[in-house]
């Protein structure tokens, strides 16, 4: 492969404050740090692409952390990462990340001329009671405003992060979030499980007993509960966590479900190329024998990445062809249009899959393989079995 990649994610790892079950690469932002995350993203960018390296980027996506804590830096940086990898034009998606306190509509407005075409706005939950268990910096209002502003530009498509499966959180509060979230117009719904990751302060509270641990079986409940509501919106399901009225789904993320190389700028953000490719990112080492394939991430302690911005990646993993096309199998199982036969059996896993079938976890349909409804909800198992091969 000598093509550039056309997708391109950033990572502005920068919150307003940290929420209770967060384990993702951000810090408390100040302005300065806010100025110094900009240049520095910039500076990899440059180097990443250097001018005229590549003319035809079809998605970017600045995800957090809290892209929109940026505030009149957004736009700027947004502009300059199109210059860069060569966003240009009708077509191009262009998504940031936002939490409701920092969406202002100026912030909204000044976004579209800026290039961008997206919103994935974090409100998690509607019910200010279920925020507060989350330690959520923002109120169920600012997440209603925000969703306004965003969607009072006529310009940028809305998506609605959720999250189900909160202690604390029961079907009537559930259904009251997907409700409202249908009701301020997003195109495009993502809806999450709790996972309480070790070491946070809410891993803190559910060990202590202060707040009693997530209940899967309910989680699975509002998955379903999500999928039949917010389909009959017209907002259906494409992706194990992701719904959307046809036409919206995110090109990005469907880029990472579908084997396709994307670059990473920023701390901890991932990246995947060709083997060939390596050098593209600053990969200097050789490819082992029969290597296709190379994912990558940059350092994932911030002050250790703004220190080095141009250190190549701390983490490399190379893939054999069969492994990445495992790998494309697992991912595309995760797409409601599931996977064909040249992949499964490019990638070895016929024999899998069928063991699936049996299990009623995956069906063959319309010369697909497609995960069902059990196997929705069962997907770790399904994914983690057609990794294995096994
Ligand atoms: S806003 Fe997102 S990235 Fe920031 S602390 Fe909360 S969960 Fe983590």
């Known amino acids: 492969m000598t093509e550039f990649p056309e997708h391109v994610y950033v ?11 967060c384990d993702f690469c951000s810090v408390v932002t100040s302005e300065r740090l806010a100025d110094t995350v900009v240049a520095a993203l910039t500076v990899q960018a440059s180097t990443l692409a250097p001018a005229g390296s590549c003319a035809h980027a079809s998605t970017l996506y600045f995800g957090g952390g809290t892209p929109s804590v940026l505030g009149a ?44 075409t997206r919103v994935s706005l974090g409100v998690q939950s509607f019910d200010d009671s279920v925020l507060r268990v989350l330690g959520r910096p923002h109120d169920a209002g600012s997440a209603e405003r925000a969703a306004g502003g965003v969607m009072a530009t006529g310009a940028l498509d809305l998506s609605i992060d959720l999250m189900c499966g909160v202690p604390g959180q029961d079907m009537r509060s559930w259904e009251e979030s997907l409700v409202r979230a249908i009701d301020t117009g997003a195109a495009h719904v993502s ?3 709790l996972t309480v990751e070790p070491g946070t302060p809410m891993d803190a509270q559910v060990l202590s007993g202060v707040l009693p641990a997530p209940d899967p079986d309910l989680a699975a409940e509002m998955m379903l509960t999500a999928e039949r509501m917010l389909g009959a ?28 190389p994307y670059l990473a700028v920023g701390p901890a953000a991932h990246g995947m190329v060709a083997a060939d490719d390596a050098r593209l990112v600053g ?57 064909d036969p040249a992949l499964a059996s490019r990638a070895g896993v016929v024999g899998v899959l069928e063991s699936l079938v049996g299990d009623g976890l995956l069906e063959r349909a319309d010369d697909r393989w497609r995960v069902t409804q059990r196997g929705w909800l069962l997907g770790n198992q399904v994914f983690g079995r057609v990794w294995a091969g096994e």
């Open 11 to 21: 990572h502005v790892p920068l919150c307003v404050s940290k929420c209770g079950y």
């Open 73 to 116: 830096r957004l736009p700027r940086l947004v502009t300059a990462m199109r210059t860069v990898f060569g966003v240009a034009g009708e077509g191009a998606e262009v998504t940031v990340e936002a939490n409701p306190d920092s969406m202002v509509p100026a912030l909204a407005a000044a976004l579209v001329p800026a290039g961008v």
């Open 191 to 193: 809806v999450y499980p």
């Open 233 to 260: 919106a017209g907002i259906v399901r494409y992706e194990v966590a992701n719904f959307a009225v046809p036409g919206h789904e995110s090109r990005h993320n469907s880029a990472y479900w579908t084997g396709r």
């Open 283 to 339: 990969v200097s080492a050789t490819a082992p024998a029969g290597a296709a394939r190379l994912r990558y991430a940059y350092a994932s302690d911030v002050q250790a990445w703004l220190d080095a911005p141009l250190a190549p990646p701390a983490e490399i993993e190379w893939l054999t062809a069969d492994e990445a096309a495992r790998e494309d199998a697992m991912l595309g199982l995760r797409l409601s249009a599931g996977i």
